[in-house]
């Protein structure tokens, strides 16, 4: 089991695009809050109208976020819910399924809150994330209207 000190958590969490770019004391601070979660292939890991409630960082598996007449392939290093980390309101339009058997690291909104107060570089890495993810989105949505 890793622990939340150990330096292999924070290789973790610095093989994930979004936190790539932090230093190491900012990578432990995110790993001093992060846990670890397990599912197995078929669990729910997000209901559809559920309010978001963190991040969910997939180390290994894959997992399918079923939309309405499509479905995407998240594998391990993608992230899941990162929106509901910076909003309140957010609810989640999708369900997120394990595809396979999955494990990976969970970061609470509240946490992360905490974390972007003490130190706002954490802030700018994932609204780089979030700003290629709204990209990504307007893309499919332009290939399914034309």
Not at 4 to 30: F, H, N, S, W
Request: aromatic letters at 2%; a negative charge; one cysteine or more.
């Amino acid at each position: 089991m890793t622990t939340a000190t150990d330096p292999k958590r924070i290789e973790q969490l610095r093989a994930i695009p979004m936190l790539a770019a932090l230093p190491d004391d900012a990578l432990g601070r995110l790993a001093e809050c992060a846990s670890d979660f397990d599912a197995p292939s078929g669990q729910i890991l997000v209901q559809p109208n559920q309010a978001g409630a963190g991040l969910l960082i997939l180390s290994e598996g894959r997992a399918i976020v079923e939309l309405p007449g499509q479905s995407i392939e998240c594998k391990a290093g993608e992230c899941i819910g990162e929106l509901s980390l910076l909003l309140d309101d957010v609810v989640h339009t999708a369900r997120v399924r394990a595809d396979t058997d999955v494990r990976g690291i969970a970061i609470s909104r509240h946490d992360f809150s905490t974390l972007l107060e003490e130190d706002p570089r954490i802030a700018g890495a994932a609204l780089r994330v979030l700003a290629r993810r709204l990209v990504h989105a307007d893309q499919l949505l332009a290939e399914s209207t034309s």
